[in-house]
């Protein structure tokens, strides 16, 4: 076991400090990372703060961070796809069972017995899993990525769970040339939609709580920003898309969403807010449409989409912080103000 610096919280009202955790040393089919970027998620305040307390509540302490560029620095003797020096990648999980029908088909991120990187069980420390807001990390190498050697690392960590939180649902429900996709809120994972939309072909419209984003959201890919909130503006486009993601992380009325699907028109949400969201059994049953939900991606889907990456020079449009500034940033995402990911410089760590 090693020692690694890490900041972690030690309850859902504490802000985030300093602290020692301990690493395993790497078995057989493990990556030691050296960690170099990891993307600052909402995600990760939700479990911070215990938000989720119902569905998967947090264990403290907790150290956050799922979206992790490294540096390899020691291999297991059985690894293959790694080698000490190579750059690697680790999202939302860190295991699961390899056995189930889901991981057969490559889709870990639906199994039963996944394990995410930070606040699940350690199978092999005891304890939970500490995530990426520290110096190293130790993962079973069928679940560290490749990063494309053209990529700038601080905007290539958040696509391991914006991106492919994005990519994956717009894949799944087809956006191609000739759709329109809404997408509702433009924070970390809005941004992202926006980008592969676009790169996709399709007409994208951002649907925006923040007058200030108008601008950039034009310059990110989108055809068109409708401010959500201007009741006028939403319904000239009554009845008329195909796919609209919702990436919005606090409470929201989607009815008004739901009634621009045009027939057959899904509204899938990505965006996790703690409350129940309302649905107007109306306003499904005439079109014929349906709201649902996605979950991060496979890890064969998330090695697609860093490579889909590599080939449109995709990275996210980061804001690069020290660790120090940890708190400030959570503080700024909860004001909607991130342009359009935080991604924290991990070499800040050595730093007092
Ligand atoms: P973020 O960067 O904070 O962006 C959220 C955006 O939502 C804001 O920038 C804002 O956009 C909009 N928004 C915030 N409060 C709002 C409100 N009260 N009403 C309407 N719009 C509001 O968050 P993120 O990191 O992209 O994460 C978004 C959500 O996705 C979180 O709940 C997160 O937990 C979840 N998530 C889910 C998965 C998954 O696998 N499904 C993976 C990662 C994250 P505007 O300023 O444009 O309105
Ligand atoms: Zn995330």
Redesign the pocket.
Known sequence: MANAKAYSATSATSPLAATQIQRREPTDRDVQLEILFCG????D??AVRNEWNEFMPTQYPIVPGHEIVGRVTKVGSAVTKFKPGDLGAVG?MVDSDRTCPRCRRGLE?FCPNMILTYNSPDKHLGGVTYGGYSESIVVDEHFVLRVPQNLDLAGAAPLL??GI?TYSPMRHWGVSEGKKVGV???????HMAVKFGHALGAHVV?????PS?KEDALRLGADEVVL?RNADEMKKHAGSFNFILD??????DIRPYVNLLDLDGTLT?????PEPLRVAAMGLIFGRRSVS????GGIPETQEMLDFCGQHNITSDVEVIPIQKVNEAYDR??K?D?K??FSIDMASLKQK
């Open positions: 600052i998620c909402h995600s305040l939700h939302c991120n769970c914006a939180t509702i809120g433009l924070g970390g994972l809005g951002v649907f925006t709580t923040s984003k959500s990436a919005v992380s606090a409470d929201h949400l990505v965006g996790a807010p939900g996605s979950a991060i995402l909860l909607s991130v359009y990911r």
